[in-house]
């Protein structure tokens, strides 16, 4: 008989995307795959964004955060064994975590820190590898990397992370932006050394502390905000971008030379890239960030059960656009 699992999936509905509990059979590991108890995961936009099935009568298990132990591995896993706590991002092409038990290959998955509880380490896996790689792969930065990063939405998920990666790991300068006291505070406690209002003046206010400009830039939030961006970036300078952008206005940083990085963390997963395992190793050193104290968790609210309401009430939280850090849905 096949052993089955408890799931959410989403349907379409009159009104939109509806949570649905499910349940599905237990996956069996390919060659490199871990199988996951899942324990917490962590809602992101991208999974608002990508649960509508691609039929109607059809469903779609999405979440792309999860932290959880592992109960089998592949023929050819070598980084893990059963019983070992992970933490991970999956993939954006295979299923997602928010099922009971769930297919990961090892190499894009880090190890839970230890100081952390599951639900805790589930709000750090995709917005660690995206504001790491957007820093250190697409920016180039470094220990010895000096100037002004300004971060856009400072206190979102990935925001927060940017901001205690910069700080951390570079000599860098951190301007973060926010629009309420409440998310200004979490960006300074995340590391940003300033905060100005993204709602209010910010050419004005960016300027008012850093008068030639900025070097680096990070957008979440792109479509309208090109020309402000190019009025704030230095002549040869860089904007890191992981959002969806039509270009209008991209002509605004050209006489500039503006270098535009655009980034999505699945792209190593989603093509298999040689260097996939480059993402268990900066979550493993994330992971020890955490442990010495480094690094901290993002997680601002929990739900309790995993099940179609929570993650529903997850995705309207998420969708509502005015998050601070991480929410975070745990235990079955």
């Known amino acids: 008989m096949t052993e089955l699992m408890r799931a959410v999936a989403f349907a379409q509905s009159q009104s939109g995307e509806s949570a649905l509990d499910v349940e599905l059979p237990v996956p069996t590991p390919g060659p490199h795959d871990l199988l996951v108890r899942v324990q917490?995961?962590?809602v992101n936009p991208v999974d608002t964004k990508a649960r509508r099935p691609a039929a109607a009568g059809e469903f779609k298990v999405v979440g792309y955060d999860a932290a959880g132990t592992v109960v089998a591995t592949g023929s050819e896993v070598t980084l893990y064994e059963v019983g070992e706590d992970v933490m991970y991002a999956g993939a954006i092409n295979r299923p997602g975590t928010n099922s009971q038990f769930h297919l990961v290959d090892q190499r894009i998955v880090g190890p839970k820190p230890?100081?952390?509880?599951?639900?805790?380490?589930?709000?750090?896996?995709l917005t660690a590898i995206t504001a790491w790689?957007?820093?250190f792969d697409r920016l180039r930065l470094g220990p010895a990397s000096t100037g002004t990063?300004?971060?856009?939405?400072?206190?979102?998920?990935v925001g927060s992370m940017i901001c205690q990666l910069a700080r951390t790991m570079t000599d860098l300068e951190v301007i973060g932006t926010a629009s309420r006291p409440a998310s200004a505070e979490w960006a300074r406690t995340m590391g940003a050394q300033h905060v100005v209002d993204h709602h209010g003046d910010l050419v004005a206010e960016v300027h008012a502390l850093a008068p030639s400009g900025v070097e680096y830039l990070f957008s979440p939030r792109t479509p309208g905000n090109l020309d402000r961006y190019a009025e704030l970036i230095k002549p040869f300078g860089h904007l890191a971008v992981i959002d969806e952008s039509d270009g209008a206005g991209l002509m605004s940083l050209k006489s500039k030379s503006v270098a535009w990085h655009w980034h999505s963390m699945f792209t190593r997963s989603v093509y298999g890239t040689p260097d996939m395992i480059e993402q268990h190793r900066l979550l493993a050193a994330v992971s020890s960030m955490v442990d010495s104290g480094g690094l901290r968790t993002t997680l601002a609210s929990e739900?309790?059960?995993?099940?179609?309401?929570?993650?529903?009430q997850a995705h309207q939280q998420v969708s509502a656009g005015?998050?601070?850090?991480?929410?975070?849905v745990s235990d079955w």
């Open 322 to 328: 005015s998050m601070i850090g991480k929410v975070v």
């Open 133 to 135: 790689e957007v820093l």
């Open 149 to 157: 990063l300004l971060v856009v939405a400072a206190a979102g998920g």
């Open 303 to 312: 739900l309790s059960p995993i099940n179609a309401a929570n993650i529903q």
């Open 114 to 125: 230890a100081s952390l509880s599951f639900a805790e380490a589930a709000a750090l896996p």
């Open 40 to 42: 917490a995961v962590s």
